[in-house]
């Protein structure tokens, strides 16, 4: 397996508004994330996940250590667009993502910026719409799409850049659980079919359920990283960082403690159910 | 109510007046102006209307859409007209007061609500027949000779788009706002001019603070999409002359041609 994403002893700090106090986001982290993996990244609001994510595509530097992508370092001004390229990043607010008034011209915005001839601008376009499950609404205008769907346009609107890795910042913060569901359904879609590497940035828990795997942050460290059945099973230390588990695992988790043996490792309600289908049957 | 704001109306269609390249019906549309301003009589505004008529008649735009949106103009149409009625030279026809009305007077108005009305109507016929993306790559293509005398082209046509793009969703944040301050209790119907003025501000402020945070959003947005302003840019579109757009700069030629002829005879 190859490595996308290498962050070595990453330190990044930022002047405060309140009198120019320094803050520290970042003292030392480090961070490896293979190629074609999904990856939650989960923490709560604050605790420099954002920041993060926005050092994968060099929207911010390193103020110390460094973060290397598909083995370019992003300090490196003259791979910037190449890195920009490699690692695609999808916002919480999918109208302040949107350029064009119409939904194919948005998607074709990241090709015509990389130069590519108009048929290949065409094709990708195409792909990309196809991918999301857009390709419908091509000539429609953004603000007449549901928040789910434009999100979907935004994801398809760094897919025309053919990216090796998608970073997705909170997509789903704004929409409701229809465009939730849509969004990442498209997103494990993605994953699993074409083999893209996906960061997904939520502080949603049953979202980071459906990862292979999850990094917990709290102020800036990593609390917890593994399998979410390794990472949820922490209660107590994701509980002490201000992190709740999925309600499935909170179920388990008190069965068990009231003295019900039962595996704890079920993730969406349709295992959870199962799992205590099978119990009651055995009893 | 806010959603009625509309911005340069546009009918999309499928006729040849809506398939001309952009490029063609801006130069078209100044080819139009100049003929306008050179007509003198009746014979030279007869010709731009029909002309005007034909290409109203190709697009396929009701007549009823076109004098409907003269309608606002109206007062203006109205009022050049009156004053052109007294300033009149030579001999009055009438008199009353300090005013007073000549032939030339008549003539005169005559001739501006004539001017006005096609002035208006024919560039309405642009923005009807072309969306506001074709409008912004036919000018961004229009004077990209300019780019090289450093003038920002590229970024002046990509500021037209992505106010277009967001005047939509601008107003719905503002009827947004207006709902949340009249729950808060603020009137926004009753007083006089300034009063009303000034219950404006508490939407204005969170509109504008609102706007500034999506640019800084959307400029992160499209740093990630790799853009570097235009050097090197390519289009999903590439615009391209057809040979209707050769027929329609032909029959602009023409139309310049008849009406310097027309101003020779004083016609």
Not at chain 2, 18 to 29: A, E, F, I, M, N
Not at chain 2, 171 to 178: F, P, R
């Amino acid at each position: 397996m190859t490595t996308a994403i290498q962050v070595n002893d990453l330190h990044y700090t930022y002047e405060g508004q309140d009198g120019g106090k320094t803050h520290i986001v970042f003292d030392g982290l480090n961070l490896s994330i293979e190629q074609g993996s999904f990856v939650a990244v989960l923490g709560h609001n604050g605790c420099g996940k954002s920041t993060l994510a926005k050092h994968f595509n060099a929207i911010l530097l390193p103020a110390g250590g460094s973060v290397t992508v598909y083995g370019m370092d992003t300090k490196d001004e003259e791979k910037l667009l190449a890195i920009r390229q490699h690692v695609g990043m999808v916002f919480q607010n999918p109208d302040n993502q949107i350029v064009s008034n119409v939904v194919e011209e948005d998607v074709a915005f990241a090709p015509e910026n990389l130069g590519v001839a108009s048929p290949e601008i065409r094709r990708r376009v195409d792909d990309a719409l196809k991918a999301v499950g857009m390709y419908d609404y091509r000539t429609y205008a953004p603000q007449l799409l549901s928040g789910g769907q434009k999100q979907r346009v935004a994801i398809a609107g760094v897919l025309a850049m053919r990216p090796q890795c998608v970073v997705l910042d909170e997509p789903t913060a704004m929409l409701d659980p229809q465009g939730r569901r849509e969004v990442l359904d498209t997103v494990e879609r993605l994953n699993r079919e074409t083999g893209m590497t996906v960061i997904l940035i939520t502080h949603h828990m049953d979202e980071a359920a459906r990862a292979d795997r999850v990094i917990a942050m709290s102020e800036g460290r990593i609390v917890a990283d593994g399998t979410p059945q390794a990472v949820f099973a922490q209660e107590p230390l994701l509980r002490s960082v201000g992190l709740d588990v999925p309600q499935t695992e909170q179920l388990l988790l008190e069965l068990k403690r009231r003295g019900v043996d039962i595996p704890t490792d079920a993730l969406t309600p349709e295992a959870c159910a199962q799992l205590l289908r099978q119990r009651i049957a055995q009893s | 109510m806010l959603k009625d704001v509309t911005l340069g109306q546009f009918f999309p269609g499928q006729t040849p007046i809506h398939k001309l390249d952009p490029r063609t019906k801006l130069v078209l549309v100044i080819v139009y102006i100049v003929a306008l301003f050179l007509a003198k009589w009746f014979v030279s505004y007869a010709v731009i209307a029909a002309f005007l008529a034909l290409v109203i008649a190709m697009s396929r735009i009701r007549l009823k859409v076109v004098l409907k949106n003269l309608k606002p103009l109206l007062f203006i149409i109205i009022l050049t007209a009156l004053l052109n009625l007294f300033y009149g030279q030579g001999e009055p026809i009438a008199q009353f007061w300090i005013f007073k009305i000549t032939r030339s007077g008549i003539q005169n108005a005559i001739f501006m609500v004539l001017r006005i009305s096609l002035l208006v109507a024919g560039t309405f016929m642009l923005t009807y027949t072309t969306s506001p993306i074709a409008l912004t790559d036919g000018l961004e293509s229009l004077l990209s000779p300019l780019k090289k005398l450093h003038a920002p082209v590229h970024e002046l046509s990509m500021m037209m788009s992505i106010a277009l793009r967001f005047i939509p969703t601008l107003i719905e944040e503002t009827d947004k706002i207006m709902s949340a301050q009249k729950a808060r209790g603020a009137d926004f119907e009753s007083g006089n001019l300034i009063s009303r003025a000034k219950a404006l501000v508490p939407i204005l402020v969170p509109l504008f603070i609102s706007a500034f945070r999506r640019a800084d959003e959307l400029a992160t947005a499209m740093e990630c999409r790799c853009y570097h302003g235009g050097e090197g840019r390519t289009k999903l579109s590439e615009l391209h002359y057809q040979s209707r757009d050769y027929l329609a700069y032909l029959s602009g030629a023409a139309l310049l041609a008849v009406m310097i002829v027309l101003r020779q005879f004083g016609l």
